[in-house]
Structures are given as C-alpha cells and as structure tokens.
C-alpha cells in the first residue's frame, strides 16, 4: 500500500468520518465561535514513537476548508519525541476546533500503528524474514492501517479478497482437502496470481508442497514443527508462519528460516500514539 493508492481512496473515507462526527453541525463551537476568526494551533507529540498520516490528518481541514495552512515540522516515518512540536495549523478557528478530533483520530491510530510496527520489525533485523500484516483491520480504516504498517518498516500481505489466492481451513475443507483446493485454484484464478494454503499439520506442509502450493503458511505450530516444515518444504515454496505474533513472542520465531511472519496485532492490537493539537489562540 503505497502513499499515492492510500491518497486516491482517501477523501471519501475521511469524508465519511467527519460527516458521522458532524451530523448537522457542531454545537460547541458554534456556540462560542459564532463568526469566524483567524487562529493557530500547535500539534504535540505526547509521547515516543513513529509518525504516520500525517497527510490524512492535514487532509481533514482542508475537506472543510482548504485556506488552511498546515507548517509540518516533521514527515511521515520520523521518530517523534515526547513534547516535539510537529505541525502549526492556521486557519478559521472554528474550522481548527471542528476538524481536531477527527484528524486526532487518524493520526494517533496510524502512528500507533506505525511505531508498534517498527518495534517488531527491529526484532527481525539481520534476518532474512520479513514482517506482514494480515486483514484483520478496522472496517473502513485498512487502506490507512495498511500504510501505516509499511511506514513503520513492514510489509503488506494481500489487500483484499481480490488480491489474491489464500486457501485457509475452511475453504480446504469446502474443497475436500488441500490437494483439491490447491487444484481447484490453479485452474481458476490467474496464471498471474500466487497460491498460498494454510496448514496446520506435517502432513498438510507436505501434501501443499507437492500440489504445487506458491506459498505455505504454517499456522499456530510450536517453533519445532515449523522448523521441520521448513526442512519438508526444502525451498518448493516460499514460507509463511502465522497465529497470535506479538512483540513479545516473536523473537522466539527469527532462526527458523521462514520468508515471512504475519501478525494480525500490527493492526488490531497496535495502541495509539498520544498526540494533541494544543495552545489554540486568535492571531490577527
């Protein structure tokens, strides 16, 4: 998911955010800012970690009116710092008010996402394996969730069900067993397209590898077993090993030799990056 993909399927879905935040109107505001008024707000890094969206955040007030002027400090990818200013935003001061939380809420979910990311990729440094996400992300939210993983030094998996092949227990069991399902997919889908089955068991690694899998995901198997499975596979297919990655468990997988170690946690479990818009005041 790169940058220009994430911006073309931006503005539809960031509209869709503020329209369910602002139904009618904001109350709030209009209630103390009922003309408007030029002001400056400053964004606030409140805690360690890797920024992410800050295009979307900027994104949000200019949809609502776009003579905002937004002064980044710092881009996508940086390492932010606890009390690091990061952005100066001037512009109708009820604009500024009315689009704050929104653009919070993308930001602080993205940047979450992206430093939780950086923190388990480290662990994988020096090693051949590289770190996927998975679809497990917040419906409406997984062309952003997505970027945020490669901002924070990951790599995405399929994007969607239309991006590619992957066999998973219940479609080999629609199928009747791996072989079938494996067979069923080369004469369906694209000469183009990969194929990927889950296993869970020795024999289903070997019964994968000879149905001609392109990948094989080893699915919640002790490190053992993935590591015989590696031995099975004997470079036949690229391999994947998944179920329940964290930051905390991951080490324990580095030396046994597979391409790619998925986690759904990047994204469903990643917690937000504290930031704030602060020191909002008129300026003539």
Same mark, same amino acid.
Not at 73 to 88: I, N, R, S
Not at 223 to 247: F, H, L, Q, W, Y
């Given at each position: 998911?790169?940058?220009?993909? /994430? ?27 009922? *003309? ?5 707000? &400053?964004?606030?890094?409140? &805690?360690?970690?890797?920024?992410? #969206?800050?295009?979307? %955040?900027?994104?949000? %007030? ?19 710092? *606890?009390?690091?200013? /990061? ?12 689009? *704050? +939380? ?6 602080? !979910? ?11 990729? +480290? ?16 419906? =409406?939210?997984? $062309? %952003? ?12 998996? !399929? ?12 479609? @080999?069991?629609?199928?009747?067993? $791996?072989? &079938?399902?494996?067979? /069923? ?5 694209? %000469? ?13 690694? !070997? ?9 094989? /995901?080893?699915? =919640? ?21 998944? #179920?329940?990655?964290? +930051? ?9 030799? $597979? ?12 917690? @937000? ?12």
């Amino acid at each position: 998911m790169n940058e220009i993909t /994430m911006q073309l399927n931006a503005d539809k879905l960031i509209r869709m955010a503020l329209q369910e935040d602002i139904t009618s109107e904001d109350i709030t505001t209009n209630a103390v800012m009922p *003309e408007g008024r030029k002001g400056e707000v &400053q964004l606030i890094c409140k &805690q360690e970690g890797i920024i992410a #969206g800050l295009g979307i %955040f900027s994104r949000v %007030f200019q949809l609502l009116d776009d003579s905002v002027e937004i002064d980044l400090k710092c881009q996508d990818g940086d390492a932010v710092k *606890e009390g690091q200013l /990061m952005a100066v935003l001037t512009g109708d001061i009820r604009v500024l008010l009315s689009g *704050e +939380r929104v653009a919070l809420n993308y930001l602080q !979910r993205m940047s979450g996402i992206a430093t939780y990311t950086a923190s388990i990729a +480290r662990l994988l440094e020096g090693s051949k394996t590289k770190l996927l996400d998975t679809r497990k992300t917040t419906p =409406n939210m997984r $062309v %952003f969730e997505k970027y945020a993983v490669k901002v924070g030094g990951g790599c995405n998996h !399929r994007y969607n069900l239309s991006d590619g092949v992957l066999l998973k227990d219940n479609h @080999i069991g629609a199928a009747g067993g $791996v072989k &079938q399902a494996v067979q /069923m997919a080369k004469e369906y889908a694209p %000469f183009v397209r990969k194929i990927e089955v889950e296993v869970e068991k020795l024999d289903m690694v !070997r019964e994968a590898a000879e149905a001609g899998a392109d990948i094989i /995901m080893l699915d =919640n198997m002790s490190p053992e077993e993935m590591k015989e499975a590696v031995r099975i596979i004997a470079g036949r297919a690229e391999t994947e090993c998944s #179920g329940n990655v964290t +930051r905390e468990n991951v080490e324990r997988l580095v030396d046994i030799g $597979v391409d790619y170690i998925s986690s759904g946690a990047l994204t469903h479990s990643a917690p @937000i990056l504290d930031i704030s818009l602060k020191n909002l005041h008129p300026v003539e």
